[in-house]
């Protein structure tokens, strides 16, 4: 008897429970649904940028991804001039420059001031693994300003293919190692059509026209005057700089929240696994702004040269 009345109790107890119990069940399988079915993407996004969290705890798990700060982290343009000039100590162990021309000439936003003005210099990094291999190096540089940088390189030994629309037939170069071509490289917008007589092509199509694989690039130079973010934006965009040893660019716009999208890029390319070695002001006529207060030259330009770090070996040599 007095078994059997133990056993009666416990089954009302478990009767009473069992509601709560089903109740239960059924949430941890919704949870567990929930957690599976979510995007990776969204996780890692809720997860990463939590704005309740203090800054210290978001920027120091931003900085597992790429050095310097996110650019949601940065306000103002002394901030930005800041990240974008910020190398990393010994990123490359022989830099070498490559071009450079040298005149006087009248700021185009203070003419009654004449400053002497360097142009078509970049940097390139001549360590083991990313420099230019002289058996097979190629070198695509948009934007033909002047072209000591590429005459120089072709001097070096690398094969060079220039674009730029704006060339005239006389001005189109053609030599062993250099040739430029009346192309401009596109970002895909369609306000490039609106000039019949120039002709805009993204990179990916003239790879194809060419015949040309991406990994076969060693060097990009970018210098497309006011679209170099519309540009550097593509580039990121289809991967083909994954593939590539060294990308060089510049910002040449004085507009304080396009300057925020060009530093933007550059952190992702950061993340892509590039790693800035060289970073200028340019002191272009188009760059340079002077203070009516104080008289103050201000830069508003910037070169950027980056290697891709998956190339990378300086233990090599």
Request: charged content about 25%; proline content about 4%; hydrophobic content about 40%.
């Amino acid at each position: 008897m007095y078994k059997n009345h133990g056993v009666k109790k416990s089954k009302d107890i478990l009767l009473l429970h069992l509601p709560f119990l089903l109740c239960s069940s059924i949430l941890l399988c919704l949870s567990a649904w929930l957690y599976i079915s979510t995007p990776k993407v969204l996780k890692d996004s809720v997860d990463l940028v939590d704005i309740e969290r203090p800054c210290n705890t978001v920027k120091e798990k931003m900085s597992k991804f790429a050095p310097g700060s996110p650019p949601y982290m940065l306000h103002g343009y002394q901030a930005v001039r800041n990240a974008i000039l910020s190398v990393e100590k010994d990123a490359c162990e022989d830099v070498k420059q490559f071009g450079g021309a040298h005149w006087k000439s009248k700021m185009i936003y203070s003419p009654d001031v004449e400053v002497d003005v360097t142009s078509g210099n970049y940097s390139l990094c001549l360590d083991y693994g990313v420099r230019p291999n002289l058996l097979r190096c190629n070198v695509y540089s948009f934007g033909l300003f002047e072209i000591t940088f590429e005459s120089e390189v072709a001097e070096y030994g690398c094969q060079v293919i220039g674009f730029d629309p704006n060339l005239s037939k006389n001005e189109i170069q053609y030599s062993d190692r250099f040739a430029a071509l009346q192309i401009g490289i596109s970002d895909g917008s369609l306000s490039e059509n609106q000039d019949p007589a120039k002709k805009y092509i993204r990179l990916k199509d003239i790879l194809r026209i060419l015949k040309e694989s991406p990994s076969n690039i060693d060097v990009i130079k970018v210098n497309v005057e006011q679209k170099d973010v519309p540009i550097l934006t593509e580039l990121v965009s289809s991967g083909i700089l994954n593939h590539v040893k060294q990308f060089l660019t510049v910002f040449n716009k004085n507009d304080e929240s396009t300057i925020e999208q060009f530093y933007a890029q550059l952190w992702v390319l950061e993340n892509m696994g590039f790693v800035k070695f060289a970073a200028s002001e340019w002191a272009h006529p188009s760059c340079l702004i002077v203070d009516k207060v104080t008289g103050e030259k201000q830069v508003h330009c910037y070169k950027v040269s980056m290697y891709n770090k998956q190339f990378y070996n300086k233990y090599f040599d």
